[in-house]
Nanobody, 128 residues
Framework: QVQLVESGGGLVQAGGSLRLSCAAS???????????MGWFRQAPGKEREFVAT????????YYAESVKGRFTISRDNAKNTVSLQMNSLKPEDTAVYYC??????????????????WGQGTQVTVSS
C-alpha cells in the first residue's frame, strides 16, 4: 500500500508560479516495485491528462508538450517527495492536480490507467 498526499495548490495570476509537492508513504520500497511517480491534471468537463513523470531508477523525466519548458518535476529521495515547479502559468493550466505512482513494467509512462496509486488532488487556479 502506498499513500500519496499533495500540497501546494492555490490561486495565482497568469504568468505566476506555484510549486506542488507529493509526499509518499507506506510500503514504498518493501513491497511496491516503484517505476515512476507522475503528475496528472483534470479540468472540469475534461478527462484526466498526463503532465509529467520521473522515472524512479534513473530520475529521467518526461513532460506533456503543453508544459514543456514551463514545468519541472523533481524528487527528494530523503523525503520520498516529488515536486512539480510550475512557472509561466496560464489560465488553461487550471485544474485539479494529482500525483500518482506507476509500478515498474513496460507500460507507457504517459498512460493514466498504468498508474495505480493516486493522491486526493490539489486545486490549481490561474486567473487571467
Amino acid at each position: 500500500q502506498v499513500q500519496l498526499v499533495e500540497s501546494g495548490g492555490g490561486l495565482v495570476q497568469a504568468g505566476g508560479s506555484l510549486r506542488l509537492s507529493c509526499a509518499a508513504s507506506g510500503r514504498i520500497f518493501s513491497s511496491y516495485n516503484m517505476g515512476a511517480m507522475g503528475w496528472f491534471r483534470q479540468a472540469p468537463g475534461k478527462e484526466r491528462e498526463f503532465v509529467a513523470t520521473i522515472i524512479w531508477s534513473n530520475s529521467r523525466t518526461y513532460y506533456a508538450e503543453s508544459v514543456k519548458g514551463r514545468f519541472t518535476i523533481s524528487r527528494d529521495n530523503a523525503k520520498n517527495t516529488v515536486s512539480l515547479q510550475m512557472n509561466s502559468l496560464k489560465p488553461e493550466d487550471t485544474a485539479v492536480y494529482y500525483c500518482a505512482t506507476k509500478p515498474r513494467n513496460m507500460a507507457s509512462y504517459y498512460s493514466v490507467p498504468q498508474y495505480d496509486y493516486w493522491g486526493q488532488g490539489t486545486q490549481v487556479t490561474v486567473s487571467s
